[in-house]
């Protein structure tokens, strides 16, 4: 009763109708990031760049598509995905030099952006010179530029945000038959 308050000229059946279509389509998101990330053997498959650190070539609200292969190694001048341990959000840097560790057969990875004056050791935790291997999510095979702007634009106000999801949401359910 509740419901058909809310939406008059609705029955309970086009309402139940509206929620599971929202419920599919966002399973349906879900399934296919899930999906993409199993076939690029990535956490992350798709990420936003966020600042000039990449410019030339990458510039802020460029969407960038990884793959973390498994036998290809990585090498000097690929462009990689990596995470801190204890913060949030990735950054997109440029491998520097790689180190080989003789003892453990381990690969540590010094990164620089391509618009930054010195490498990114001052972005790593205190007291750490490298990345490991098991710190990247990915290595950019593709891009797509300025497309990833909108998800920034949310992020700066998320007013905005909220506004449009009630829009839409509003829309959906009055939509004329």
């Known amino acids: 009763m509740l419901l058909n308050s809310l939406f008059p000229g609705k029955t309970n059946r086009e309402i139940a109708h509206q929620l599971l279509n929202i419920f599919m ?3 349906s ?3 296919s990031w ?3 990330s199993l076939i690029t053997n990535s956490e992350s498959p798709i990420v936003v760049v966020l600042s000039e650190s990449m410019e030339p070539a990458f510039h802020r609200g460029d969407l960038l598509f990884l793959t973390l292969p498994k036998k290809e190694p990585f090498v000097v ?3 990689v995905v ?3 341990k204890g913060q949030d959000i990735p950054i997109v840097h440029r491998i520097l030099k790689i180190h080989k560790d003789n003892e453990s057969g381990e690969d540590y990875i010094l990164t620089k952006g391509d618009n930054n004056n010195i490498d990114d050791r001052a972005l ?7 990345i490991k291997k098991s710190d990247i999510i990915g290595k950019v095979k593709g ?3 300025y497309i990833g702007y909108i998800t920034i634009v949310m992020s700066d106000y998320p007013k905005l945000k909220y506004a449009l999801l009630g ?3 509003i829309m959906m359910f009055f939509e004329k038959e």
């Open 25 to 27: 389509i966002v399973t």
């Open 29 to 31: 998101a879900f399934m």
């Open 143 to 145: 891009f797509l530029p």
């Open 77 to 79: 001048g690929d462009i």
């Open 82 to 84: 990596y995470k801190i």
């Open 167 to 169: 829009v839409l949401t």
């Open 34 to 36: 899930k999906a993409l």
């Open 124 to 130: 790593y935790n205190k007291d750490q010179l490298w």
